[in-house]
């Protein structure tokens, strides 16, 4: 090597978080572009609490769990704009982004619906520019903001996120590589543990009762006296401070061990044939998330809950086996409410219910069944039902009590509710 050359940099693997900013109020923003710039907010169920908010409503100072009645007259002297929860929509913009963040490398760790861990390999700049790109695909083809923080390890990659989020001067990117070891010490010194990825309330409590009330002195402490303290997720995050990745997420492809459907009402329900629809409803839904990742299930629970507010509560509730395992919406429907409905209390007036799924497998590995079993044309039907509601929009086609058009009295009140436009024909966004 002649004495002007210069060492190639450094190829790195790096994890880069990519975080969708206020990710509720973004997706609202994608088919009502009125709403940029505007205090958003997203509501519960019900219509109830203020569930997500803009980074508009934040400097409105409005809180986390604000109830809306409280709220509405104020905001509607500041211009809030509040909106039902869609959770058709976020789940599909969610489905979309992590698409699209798989063009960009094999290694995609699915954190949340609005969070996700890709494996990045490079130089700095090579890394830096790989996510900037992300950055621009994400907000040219699918509509909303990301940031991206980029680290050797998971927790100083939410870290980063937190970064790229706050500080405008990074442009939505931030990694770790860019800073000196004593430059990192100021950071993390300047991070309160309240902000660090998995310690919680209970952890920041403990901690600050021993003396430690930032990510500098965590990661400086003992992690196997920190183990022996707390616990082994603790010493892994003050590994991971070090720079050890050693906090896994778990493969991307690895099917949910458990799928659950579950609402409030938006008026009680307190009879067995109300229920019995609630039931028919929730297990179709349910049974539809299992075929959409191609799997089956051999148990299922079911509840029906009355409010805490009114005691004496009471909870129906019930499990039980499927043999074989399955997915069809008639076999867990039946299921459902042979669980709930008889235990049913007289008069008592029901306010959430739900159907959970589990024992769950590849729908391809289950036993096949007996030679002289009665062939069931199940699967036929759950295979048109997913055609039509694919093609028509989901709730176009259901068994039963499901396939009803009009929504039931109890049907969870959102009527704020933005276009499902993306899920839904009959709400296709109209472009001027």
Known sequence: MGRGDQMPAPS???????????????CERIFDPSLEGRPVVVLSNNDGCVVARSAEAKALGIPMGEPWFRLQAWADKHGVVARSSNYELYGDISGRIMAMLRRFSDQVEVYSIDEAFVRLSGTVGELVSTAREIRRRIRHDIGVPVSVGIAPTRTLAKLASHGAKSSRTLAGVACTDWYTPDQMNRILDSTPVSELWGVGRRGVKRLSGIGIETALQLRDSDPQNMRSRFNVNMAHTILELRGTPCIEIGDHDAIRQQVLFSRSFSTPVSTPTEMGQVLSIYAQNASRRLRAQGSIAGSVYAWAQTAWATPPMH????????????????????????????????????????????????????VPLDLFDADTPA??????????????GRGAIGLGLAGLQTPPDWQMKREMLSLRATTHWDELAIAR
């Open 12 to 26: 790195l693997t790096r994890f880069a978080l990519v975080d969708v900013n206020s990710c509720f109020a973004a």
């Open 315 to 366: 909870t129906a509730a019930a499990a039980c086996e499927i043999v074989p395992r399955t997915a069809d919406p008639a076999l867990i429907t039946r299921a459902a409410t042979g669980l709930v409905l008889p235990r049913m209390l007289e008069g008592r007036r029901y306010v959430r219910a739900g159907v959970s799924l589990s024992d769950i497998a590849q729908a391809d590995d289950q």
């Open 379 to 392: 699967s036929r039907v759950c295979g048109l039902m997913d055609r039509v509601n694919d093609r028509l």
